[in-house]
């Protein structure tokens, strides 16, 4: 038997834009062709033996204003995790100097806010500018920004923003009502217009269905000029929020989920983001096999834990992966 074609255009290519049915299409797919295509479309685009390494630390933990049903920071759900004030630069720049020595190449700060006041971002400017002057790429996400944030940050070197929009459109009320999926793109093309290079992914195991998957990726595909980094997280099911209990997505389907952000987004680079502390390492291998080339990497994501660097050194060692 022949082998199965590759999707007749890449999106920077196409003359008309992805359709949900389209990449539901791609879903459909048996298992082997599905993956077959994508790492086709991976080598044509990257190294498949190279992972980006990111580390995540949260320069402001708890106490969140918004209702994003998944998240441990929220402040209108019960969790263990306590409001704390915004780290002291001293902090921040004790742990980008940590993982600079382990090897990551990008330091992402988070921020549990709906978004930063004028003096926050003071303080977060002075990180910016001292986090790249020690050679490290920097990202933040800080939630929503306004006119002006944007170039305020881009004038201090930050390289990445990560604001996801989590899920598709038709679904995103049932997981965040404080703000709108709207107000989402806003900031994210404020931060393209500044000159900023974007990160922006979601999260699967909300109880999505394959439609909203498939409506999340081509959202990205289908915008003017797509993220350069795309992070797809599985849910981390945190309790005491209305997420708790809530089952995690078939394996193969969230296989088949970074598959089809590789075709789609055949440029970025697709981060098997968080949920991999609950992943084994074949599940892993078979993601970047579908085309993820980035992880985090450290003991912990923002609230929750990550796989160590070790279990991580010890997996690139036995896959034959380099770090980038
Ligand atoms: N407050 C900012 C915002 O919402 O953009 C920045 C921090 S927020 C924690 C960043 C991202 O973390 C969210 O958009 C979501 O994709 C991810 N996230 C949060 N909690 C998660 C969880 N329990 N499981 C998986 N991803 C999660
Ligand atoms: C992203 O897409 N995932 C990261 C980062 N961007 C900010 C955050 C994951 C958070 C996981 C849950 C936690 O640590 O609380
Ligand atoms: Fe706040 Fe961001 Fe968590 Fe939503 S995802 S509750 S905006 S920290």
């Not at 940050?153 to 990445?160: E, P, T, Y």
């Not at 009502?177 to 900031?187: G, N, Q, V, Y």
């Not at 796989?307 to 690139?316: E, G, K, Q, V």
């Given at each position: 038997m022949n082998a199965p074609a590759l999707p007749p255009e890449l999106p920077s290519t196409r003359a008309t834009p992805w359709t949900i049915d389209h990449a539901e299409?791609?879903?459909?797919?048996?298992?082997?062709?599905?993956?077959?295509?994508?790492?086709?479309?991976?080598?044509?685009n990257f190294d498949p033996n190279a992972i980006q390494r990111s580390a995540l630390f949260?320069?402001?933990?708890?106490?969140?204003?918004?209702?994003?049903?998944?998240?441990?920071?929220?402040?209108?759900?019960?969790?263990?995790?306590?409001?704390?004030?915004?780290?002291?630069?001293?902090?921040?720049?004790?742990?980008?100097?940590?993982?600079?020595?382990?090897?990551?190449?990008?330091?992402?700060?988070?921020?549990?806010?709906?978004?930063?006041?004028?003096?926050?971002?003071?303080?977060?400017?002075?990180?910016?500018?001292?986090?790249?002057?020690?050679?490290l790429e920097t990202c933040l996400t800080l939630g929503m920004l306004k006119p002006g944030q944007a170039e305020r940050?881009?004038?201090?070197?930050?390289?990445?923003y990560n604001h996801n929009l989590d899920t598709d459109a038709a679904y995103y009320p049932q997981i965040v009502?404080?703000?709108?999926?709207?107000?989402?793109?806003?900031?994210i093309d404020r931060v393209r217009q500044a000159g900023i290079k974007i990160c922006s992914g979601g999260i699967v195991g909300m109880g999505e269905t394959r439609r909203h998957r498939a409506g999340l990726l081509v959202q990205f595909a289908n915008m003017k000029t797509p993220p350069e980094s795309v992070p797809i997280n599985h849910l981390v099911a945190i309790p005491g929020t209305p997420l708790a209990d809530c089952p995690p997505l078939?394996?193969?389907?969230?296989?088949?989920?970074?598959?089809?952000?590789?075709?789609?987004?055949?440029?970025?680079?697709?981060?098997?983001?968080?949920?991999?502390?609950e992943m084994s390492e074949e599940l892993q291998a078979l993601c970047f096999l579908a085309?993820?080339?980035?992880?985090?990497?450290?003991e912990e994501l923002l609230?929750?834990?990550?796989?160590?660097?070790?279990?991580?050194?010890?997996?690139?060692?036995k896959l034959g992966l380099q770090a980038i």
């Open positions: 299409t791609l879903f459909a797919q048996p298992f082997m062709d599905l993956v077959w295509q994508a790492q086709a479309i991976h080598r044509l949260s320069i402001k933990t708890g106490g969140c204003s918004e209702d994003c049903k998944y998240c441990s920071q929220s402040a209108r759900h019960g969790t263990a995790v306590e409001r704390e004030p915004l780290k002291p630069i001293a902090e921040v720049l004790a742990a980008a100097a940590e993982v600079k020595k382990k090897g990551a190449t990008r330091f992402c700060m988070g921020a549990a806010w709906r978004n930063p006041k004028e003096k926050d971002l003071d303080a977060v400017v002075d990180m910016v500018e001292q986090v790249k002057a020690m050679g940050l881009k004038a201090a070197g930050l390289d990445f009502t404080s703000h709108t999926h709207a107000d989402r793109i806003e900031t078939d394996r193969f389907e969230f296989v088949r989920t970074i598959a089809v952000a590789r075709i789609l987004l055949p440029r970025a680079f697709i981060r098997l983001s968080a949920g991999r502390r085309g993820a080339n980035s992880i985090f990497y450290g609230t929750a834990e990550n796989p160590s660097m070790s279990a991580d050194d010890a997996l690139f060692e």
